[in-house]
């Protein structure tokens, strides 16, 4: 079980060739039958050499069974659930700032289980996803846009410096209908829901705890 961390990668880090998983901020091996990953804040800035090409691995899971809640991932890397056959995903506020990956989330392996409330945001070239899954899809925001206009079509607080609250108004706020069934607070320590319905990413509005802050 991994809650309430902080993983970081500093800047130009760099990786001889190698498995997958080097480089990553978070690598969970597939010994590990079953991981609860909520909570979490992880900024990854490393780039690491995969045979001839230079890639950015922010978070890696084998586990066979991933359950995925109230995390931030904010990153220039991509994120993998590689060997993964159950995934439990709600949510989570999923940042991509690098126009050099194909994609940010992997998910090509999935067929059971739920992707539900989360944010994925990519800057325009990239795509959200790689592949198809059969995962159990409600209340997602998936996008490929101008990195410039994240602030003003989704109302966060300040996507510049990292902060992902949404603000009065904001189109995430009271947009689903219920969490991961044992969870009763955001990223923060609020509870949640805080009006009668939940909102989309980690943060959820309204509530008096302030966000912890990123490394950079």
Same mark, same amino acid.
């Given at each position: ?8 990668? #500093? ?44 890639? &950015? #691995? ?5 586990? !066979? ?5 109230? *995390? ?38 999935? =067929?059971? @289980?739920?992707?539900? =409330? *989360?944010?994925?945001?990519? #800057?325009? @070239? ?15 925001? =998936? ?13 966060? &607080?300040?996507?510049?410096? @990292? !902060?992902?609250? #949404? ?6 706020? !009271? ?19 805080? =009006? ?21």
């Amino acid at each position: 079980t991994f809650r309430y961390n902080t993983f970081y990668t #500093p800047k130009e880090t760099t990786k001889p060739t190698g498995n997958g998983s080097a480089g990553s901020a978070v690598a969970v091996y597939s010994y590990i039958d079953k991981t609860f990953f909520e909570y979490n804040k992880t900024s990854c800035r490393g780039v690491w050499q995969f045979g001839a090409e230079a890639v &950015t #691995p922010a978070m890696f899971f084998q586990s !066979d069974t991933v359950i995925f809640n109230y *995390n931030v991932l904010d990153s220039t890397g991509f994120m993998a659930f590689d060997n993964t056959t159950y995934l439990e995903a709600w949510n989570n506020t999923i940042i991509s700032h690098a126009s050099s990956n194909e994609y940010l989330v992997n998910t090509a392996k999935m =067929n059971n @289980g739920s992707w539900n =409330n *989360n944010i994925v945001l990519v #800057p325009i @070239g990239v795509s959200p996803f790689n592949g198809t899954n059969t995962l159990t899809k409600s209340n997602n925001i =998936n996008e490929s846009s101008a990195y410039a206009g994240w602030n003003a079509t989704y109302g966060f &607080t300040s996507s510049l410096t @990292g !902060d992902y609250t #949404p603000l009065s108004g904001s189109s995430l706020i !009271d947009q689903a209908a219920s969490t991961y069934g044992r969870l009763s607070e955001d990223i923060k320590g609020d509870a949640v829901p805080y =009006n009668a319905l939940y909102d989309i990413g980690a943060y959820e509005y309204g509530g008096t705890s302030s966000p912890p802050a990123y490394v950079s």
